[in-house]
């Protein structure tokens, strides 16, 4: 065995898998509206596009999404990143204006103006929930099916990522004690056809 | 609405979230391995550990997971980008061979020798699969309870991850026709107590 090799403790092992970008979760129920960033959202499916997000039982954001059947999930760039930490910083269980104190600014688009979404971000999509009650209970696990997508032209075209030349607009994966990475450089594979 | 901002078809929505590490998944069932990359792989749960993992019926992976009820997360680095690579571009199902045909070495930890691990992986978990059929056979969603956890000590210290000075141990992102990003540089949020 390689000496190099260390266990991890089992309290640790999630931080592992933290490498993923960081996302804002958004939602809104009548006129009540918040974001909250979130590691463990993912992919699901292709087409209709899935995704599943962890959101915990402790968050205002998911009595939002219980409520209303939607969620947004958002990329937060380098040009974003004391406004994301500080929305997981406060709750709005605590800060009734926790969104004007974290300085975020707020749009919708059109025909979807019952979800706020956060300037600031490299990508942003809508998505509608699939009730399922075991997941969300059981795992504070939501599924998701994308209803509307948008990304910011500058850095994701030809529907992959590239942020040459926008430092500002590298998505961002946290690892903790206010520590961020930025995505990274590109590394090609040789002998792909 | 910002000009920049342009809508995502709905077959390349997920393209926006492939941001986070690839994945290597490995699994045993008697005396048949196989090991495949995956993306969608994410945390569910803090302590202990459990993690997701969207496994599709095609691959031959999936049958030792749920003949064996295990299986393994990893993260490959740079160092093994064109076995990583390969490893997704054929299937054990038409490649008996794939293993030894992809350059995979694999190891095992004292007491978990019923799981092959990958080496030139940053770090390796094992988990136990918490049967969830409806999860399975709807979503091809598989939940895992951790088991035993292991990194290398070079890039993951104090429980979390330090790439300085090891290019070769970087986590890799994969994007789409053989190119990859590696994880990038740090950024400091400003004002973190």
Redesign the interface.
């Known amino acids: ?2 000496q ?18 960081v996302y804002l979760i958004s939602a809104q129920s009548e006129d009540r509206q918040d974001v909250m960033p979130a ?14 997000a ?1 959101i915990d039982k402790s968050h205002y954001t998911r009595k939002l999404v219980e409520e209303s059947g939607y969620f947004a ?1 958002q ?1 937060p760039t ?1 040009s974003i ?2 406004e ?2 500080k929305l997981g910083s406060i709750s709005k269980n605590d800060h009734p204006d926790k969104l004007r104190e974290c300085g975020v600014s707020l ?1 919708t ?2 025909g979807y103006e019952h979800i706020p979404l956060v ?1 600031g971000c490299a ?3 809508i998505y509608q929930v699939i009730p399922e009650p ?2 969300q209970q059981s ?1 504070d ?1 939501f ?1 998701g099916q ?1 209803v ?7 850095v ?1 075209f030809n ?3 590239d942020f040459t030349g926008h430092d500002e607009l ?4 946290y ?18 056809s």
Not at 4 to 21: D, M, Q, R, T
Not at 175 to 192: I, L, P, Y
């Open positions: 065995m390689n190099v090799i260390k266990p991890v403790e089992a309290g640790h092992i999630y931080h592992l898998f933290n490498l993923g970008s590691s463990w959202c993912c992919n699901l499916d292709l087409v209709p596009a899935k995704a599943t962890v999930l990329l380098a990143v004391n994301t930490l749009f688009m059109p300037r990508a942003w999509a075991h997941n795992y696990l599924i994308a509307a997508a948008w990304a910011d032209s500058r994701f529907n992959r990522w590298r998505t961002l994966h690892v903790s004690g206010g520590q961020f990475f930025v995505t990274g450089n590109a590394v090609e594979a040789k002998g792909f």
